[in-house]
């Protein structure tokens, strides 16, 4: 029940195109909603977040759509660079001490120029 | 601004050495601290976290310990490294003006011969 599923694992998109990428949780108890990215040999960077209060967030080319009775949220990034090529990772967590995040596995994106 | 800082930034160990990584935060304090371990190409795995000076929570039973000796200064160790140590460890923080979002360290590439 803690677990967040992420697909895909991977995905190759062209350059503009607007790749998605999925994540589902069983835990109605979750109510913070990460998204970080990773470039090979760095540490996770946080992209963007949403509270299930709201049903979509963006900030520049990255949106994350909620949809709260699914249990899912995506990611969409518009007009996709090859500067986009990283690991993406959903995640989630609880209220609570130390708010504990549950990582989905990830999704490496490749952006073609 | 707060900074996080991991060193070392890569370490080659022989199976059965000890092992001292090091993370230490700046510009926050009581900050909550997180260890997580990344195998390549995989996910995000929860090590260890702390909420105090002293107090660390274990996620995981295995080879490492963890401890916080001052506030902002966060230390996994091992008495005797094994092969499936190996792995890129992240540290990561939280709290102060953003107390769901968590924060990550550069990384430290651990390969253990």
């Known amino acids: 029940q803690q677990q967040v599923k992420q697909s895909p694992q991977s995905l190759i998109v062209q350059k503009g195109g607007i790749p998605i990428i999925n994540c589902a949780y069983e835990?109605?108890?979750?109510?913070?909603f990460p998204w970080y990215q990773q470039f090979p040999g760095k540490g996770p960077a946080l992209l963007i977040a949403?509270?299930?209060?709201?049903s979509e967030k963006k900030e520049g080319r990255f949106t994350i759509s909620f949809n709260k009775s699914a249990k899912q949220f995506s990611l969409h990034i518009m007009d996709s660079q090859p500067g986009d090529s990283a690991t993406y990772f959903c995640?989630?967590?609880?209220?609570?001490?130390?708010?504990?995040?549950?990582f989905g596995s990830g999704t490496q994106l490749t952006v073609l120029p | 601004s707060q900074t996080i800082h991991q060193w070392p930034a890569t370490l080659v160990q022989p199976v059965g050495s000890p092992l001292s990584l090091e993370c230490t935060v700046e510009?926050?304090?009581?900050?909550?601290l997180y260890w997580y371990r990344q195998a390549a190409g995989r996910g995000l795995q929860l090590l260890f976290y702390?909420?105090?000076?002293?107090?660390i929570s274990s996620e995981v039973p295995q080879n490492l310990s963890a401890s916080r000796p001052q506030d902002r200064q966060f230390i996994l160790s091992s008495k005797k490294l094994l092969l499936s140590d190996s792995g890129f460890y992240l540290c990561?923080?939280?709290?102060?003006?953003?107390?769901?979002?968590?924060?990550f360290g550069p990384g430290t590439r651990l390969t253990v011969l």
């Open positions: 990561a923080w939280s709290g102060g003006w953003a107390p769901d979002t968590q924060y």
């Open positions: 835990n109605t108890a979750f109510d913070y």
């Open positions: 949403i509270r299930p209060d709201v």
């Open positions: 995640a989630a967590s609880i209220f609570g001490s130390a708010r504990q995040l549950t």
């Open positions: 510009g926050t304090s009581n900050p909550n």
């Open positions: 702390s909420v105090g000076i002293g107090q």
